[in-house]
């Protein structure tokens, strides 16, 4: 099996609107421990560590029945829907993928969320074996090219927010900082006075708005080429 040249030109995977996988999403055992899937549409997020499975399990069938491609975007969790999608950010590095979800574990306590090998690639975890990294389920906007982090019914009621594009998150002060230099920085940027940093959760988010509309702070995303993540 011969790695693809380039696997930082392999592009994230799109959310999209998709059925439940029934046989995916019933509560099971692993490893003596017991999980039952969360088969609604709540939000998620969660700090942990991640970690990565490749060629040994290349080909294999995955808990959805696809068989499992390391040059894929995918990754397998313990609990979220299958087949969903989700935004996991490094917070060594700051570095960002978006995933889809379609097979189950790891079973260990101390590990969140197993990659495939081009997206822990993508992350830079790939010879450490393992990193923290923020777990953020997303989802696809009806008749948009935007992501958002909550399901289209929240997003719904929450329609007369501001609306504000995620570019980054880090862990540390410093790296929200010098990501905002390097976006001011930017010739693509036109929008300095909407940037800054905030601290939620504690993570020190880099983000651009308040926007009066999705479509406008999509167009910013597109311009500087990175994923159209809408907050509020």
Known sequence: MQTPVNLDLIPDAVPQAEPLIASANKPYSALGMSFRPDASEKPYRQTGKASWYGKQFHGRKTTSGERYDMFAMTAAHPTLPIPSYARVTN???????I??????????????????????YKLGIVKAGAAKVVVERVFPV????????????????????????????????????????????????????KL???NQ???FRVRMGPFSDDKQAIQVANALNVAPVITR
């Open 196 to 198: 800054g940093i905030v």
């Open 99 to 120: 995933v889809r979800i379609n097979d189950r574990g790891p079973f260990h306590k101390s590990r969140l969320m197993d990659l495939s090998y081009a997206a822990a």
């Open 201 to 203: 959760d504690g993570l």
């Open 91 to 97: 917070l060594v590095n700051g570095d960002s993928v």
């Open 142 to 193: 009806e008749g948009s090219d935007r992501i958002a982090t909550k399901p289209q019914l929240q997003q719904k009621e929450a329609i007369a927010d501001n609306y504000y594009l995620q570019v980054a998150s880090f862990s540390r002060l410093a790296a929200a900082e010098a990501e905002l230099k390097a976006l001011l920085a930017n010739p693509a940027n036109q929008h300095d006075e």
